[in-house]
């Protein structure tokens, strides 16, 4: 059953809910946002590779790693777990979440501590752009923005002002920190892997 939504109406988490058919979306600001179709097998690939990285590093420790396709609800008014006051809802490629009682049955409700999205040539503006101004807003303490054909990434920290800062741009098989955790280093050689 296809459903057809009016992309000019305001919709709520609650709505989201209703849903049921095998598009992803997500909401910014109340609006829909269709997402990409099934992505590539080398983006694919990327997320896995980053994806074990931080699971391996998170193995002791009492913090969680999820992957798309998985819920991020961000409240706009802090606290506020009513699903029909929550209009924003994103579908991060990797979500690092720290405080584990931010984590439901639905999802994840408030800011993850990291965010990696991989970008699609038809997703980049949204990612770098829209994405950015988003997660920035809601407090998403590091974000990193990976570019499968140049095989490099950027990564922004959220500074005392709570706004990001470039913090490194990174390509190949540099070696790159998550900035969350005191001793964590990525390999890229390892994640950019065929």
Not at 70 to 99: A, G, H, M, W, Y
Not at 105 to 110: L, M, N
Not at 125 to 146: M, N, T
Request: glycine fraction near 2%; include cysteine; charge should be negative.
């Amino acid at each position: 059953m296809e459903i057809h939504l009016d992309l000019n109406k305001r919709y709520t988490f609650a709505d989201y809910l209703t849903w049921i058919d095998d598009k992803r979306r997500e909401l910014i600001d109340g609006f829909v946002k269709l997402m990409s179709p099934s992505p590539t097998s080398y983006h694919q690939s990327i997320a896995i590779n980053l994806a074990t990285e931080i699971k391996n590093y998170l193995k002791k420790k009492k913090y969680k790693i999820f992957t798309a396709p998985f819920d991020v609800r961000f409240p706009e008014i802090l606290n506020d777990k009513q699903n029909d006051k929550i209009i924003t809802v994103v579908q991060p490629d990797i979500s690092v979440i720290c405080d584990l009682s931010k984590i439901d049955a639905k999802g994840c409700i408030g800011a993850p501590d990291m965010i990696v999205e991989i970008v699609s040539p038809s997703s980049a503006r949204h990612d770098v752009e829209d994405k950015f101004k988003l997660y920035q807003r809601h407090g998403v303490r590091e974000y990193w923005i990976v570019f499968p054909e140049d095989r490099s990434l950027n990564v922004f920290v959220l500074d005392e002002n709570h706004k990001y800062q470039l913090v490194g741009m990174y390509a190949n098989d540099s070696k790159v920190k998550v900035y969350i955790f005191e001793d964590l280093v990525i390999d890229l050689a390892e994640i950019f892997e065929d």
